[in-house]
């Protein structure tokens, strides 16, 4: 999991504009830390899962690209969505409105949006990296291999590639640090500047979800509730897919097939949450990297309060952390992508009113660079084309409301 530092940090990186960028960076590192201390101590303590959290991929990039780059919600404000969410996400795990709105959105529609979620965070990692570049013609297309980042970070991928298939621990991490390594060792990047350094206080972010309530614009209202929404689907549905996952993997669940104990495990998961956003960082969700440790024999929360501990200690590695440039974690981004695209046979492609909105959802995502317009292209196209079938019985009622509030977004901004 070690991976995600620098990852988190570059991709939020886009969203946060401060004066001092390498301060900036030092700070998403340390809001990223704390948030998968807390998050993974809290479930080894509260539930005794061997499972660790931190902010989730595919969500940070939903927080940079989306919510800030194209919604134009200040960075602020989008924190106060995350802070928000969290917040709701314990009030529906006390009350056990959770496992409503986990059964009313279908398995391929679930599958879809972690199929294009992986799919758009290999598309910013290529981007990043200068592998695929913008085109005139062809909107966009493959570079010419002339510079070293590109170069670098397609060695990169590859080697991670390797390793991964090798069922090498820590493949992504190492195929990252090695990136980088090579970038330090041609030019490509600046050498770190230290090895040890005692983190500071984050100071220029923590606290700022709260200040985003008061800088909150009456006319940005309704786009605020909606990444709200969307963030806490985003995050019930992670959780719930990574804890099935490796919950099977474990011999975690009982004869019921549920989590004896999920009440924990959702309660460490939303205060995470509530801890990264007055951080700083964008929502903590549940590894399936996890399945990592349980392979090796976790199976108690010890197995989460090491990797807490062990992300509190990286702390003092910041000048190593901050010194990876961007183009090195594209391995990373397109591996990750990878993995959350390994559930696509689930998908009923014989059923096309499963397989069209499912596959809608994974096309819009990456071209139209937002999660958030995918999804909506899927709660939209999906009970259409249920009814247009005569199946519209099976679309759960809550998703025709989820319909109208997509259409009136798409109509109104």
């Given at each position: 999991m070690a991976y995600i530092l620098p990852v988190n940090a570059q991709i939020l990186s886009n969203a946060i504009f401060l004066e001092q960028p390498q301060d900036l960076q030092a700070e998403l590192v340390i809001a990223?830390?704390?948030?998968?201390?807390?998050?993974?101590?809290?479930?080894?303590?509260?539930?005794?899962?061997?499972?660790?959290?931190?902010?989730?991929?595919?969500?940070?990039?939903?927080?940079?690209?989306?919510?800030?780059?194209?919604?134009?919600?200040?960075?602020?404000?989008?924190?106060?969505?995350?802070?928000?969410?969290?917040?709701?996400?314990?009030?529906?795990t006390l009350t056990g409105v959770r496992s409503l709105i986990v059964r009313m959105i279908p398995l391929s529609l679930k599958v879809a949006i972690a199929a294009g979620v992986g799919l758009f965070i290999a598309y910013i990692g290529l981007g990043n990296a200068g592998i695929i570049i913008a085109d005139a013609a062809t909107k966009t297309k493959l570079t010419t291999f002339h510079t070293w980042p590109p170069i670098l970070a397609a060695l990169g991928i590859l080697l991670t590639a390797f390793l991964c298939a090798k069922e090498v621990r820590g493949a992504i991490f190492w195929g990252v640090m090695i990136t980088a390594f090579a970038a330090w060792l041609v030019g490509a990047a600046p050498?770190?500047?230290?090895?040890?350094?005692?983190?500071?206080?984050?100071?220029?972010?923590?606290?700022?979800?709260?200040?985003?309530f008061r800088e909150l614009q009456p006319q940005q209202v309704g786009s605020f509730l909606l990444v709200t929404l969307v963030l806490l689907f985003t995050d019930i549905f992670d959780t719930v897919g990574t804890l099935s996952a490796v919950g099977v993997q474990a011999g975690l669940l009982n004869q019921q097939g549920h989590f004896p104990r999920a009440l924990g495990a959702f309660m460490a998961d939303a205060v995470g949450t509530i801890v990264g956003a007055l951080f700083g960082t964008s929502t903590v969700v549940t590894y399936i990297e996890s399945a990592a440790g349980i392979a090796v024999g976790g199976r108690t929360g010890l197995t989460a309060l090491m990797v807490g501990g062990l992300f509190l200690l990286s702390l003092l590695f910041l000048p190593i952390t901050t010194a990876i440039p961007s183009f090195a974690t594209a391995p990373a981004l397109v591996l990750v992508g990878v993995f959350m695209a390994r559930s696509l046979p689930e998908i009923p492609w014989s059923d096309l009113t499963e397989a069209i909105p499912a596959f809608l959802v994974m096309l819009v995502m990456p071209l139209s660079y937002s999660i958030s317009e995918g999804l909506g292209v899927g709660f939209i196209s999906y009970p259409i084309v249920k009814l247009a079938a005569g199946k519209g019985r099976e679309v759960h009622p809550a998703l025709w409301g989820l319909a109208v509030i997509f259409v009136a977004h798409y109509f109104w901004r």
């Amino acid at each position: 999991m070690a991976y995600i530092l620098p990852v988190n940090a570059q991709i939020l990186s886009n969203a946060i504009f401060l004066e001092q960028p390498q301060d900036l960076q030092a700070e998403l590192v340390i809001a990223t830390a704390i948030s998968a201390a807390v998050g993974s101590i809290l479930m080894g303590i509260w539930a005794n899962y061997p499972i660790a959290l931190a902010p989730g991929m595919g969500i940070n990039a939903f927080f940079a690209f989306a919510v800030v780059g194209q919604m134009g919600l200040p960075w602020p404000v989008a924190l106060s969505a995350v802070l928000l969410e969290g917040i709701v996400f314990v009030l529906l795990t006390l009350t056990g409105v959770r496992s409503l709105i986990v059964r009313m959105i279908p398995l391929s529609l679930k599958v879809a949006i972690a199929a294009g979620v992986g799919l758009f965070i290999a598309y910013i990692g290529l981007g990043n990296a200068g592998i695929i570049i913008a085109d005139a013609a062809t909107k966009t297309k493959l570079t010419t291999f002339h510079t070293w980042p590109p170069i670098l970070a397609a060695l990169g991928i590859l080697l991670t590639a390797f390793l991964c298939a090798k069922e090498v621990r820590g493949a992504i991490f190492w195929g990252v640090m090695i990136t980088a390594f090579a970038a330090w060792l041609v030019g490509a990047a600046p050498w770190p500047t230290g090895f040890l350094q005692w983190p500071q206080w984050p100071s220029h972010l923590f606290g700022q979800a709260l200040v985003g309530f008061r800088e909150l614009q009456p006319q940005q209202v309704g786009s605020f509730l909606l990444v709200t929404l969307v963030l806490l689907f985003t995050d019930i549905f992670d959780t719930v897919g990574t804890l099935s996952a490796v919950g099977v993997q474990a011999g975690l669940l009982n004869q019921q097939g549920h989590f004896p104990r999920a009440l924990g495990a959702f309660m460490a998961d939303a205060v995470g949450t509530i801890v990264g956003a007055l951080f700083g960082t964008s929502t903590v969700v549940t590894y399936i990297e996890s399945a990592a440790g349980i392979a090796v024999g976790g199976r108690t929360g010890l197995t989460a309060l090491m990797v807490g501990g062990l992300f509190l200690l990286s702390l003092l590695f910041l000048p190593i952390t901050t010194a990876i440039p961007s183009f090195a974690t594209a391995p990373a981004l397109v591996l990750v992508g990878v993995f959350m695209a390994r559930s696509l046979p689930e998908i009923p492609w014989s059923d096309l009113t499963e397989a069209i909105p499912a596959f809608l959802v994974m096309l819009v995502m990456p071209l139209s660079y937002s999660i958030s317009e995918g999804l909506g292209v899927g709660f939209i196209s999906y009970p259409i084309v249920k009814l247009a079938a005569g199946k519209g019985r099976e679309v759960h009622p809550a998703l025709w409301g989820l319909a109208v509030i997509f259409v009136a977004h798409y109509f109104w901004r």
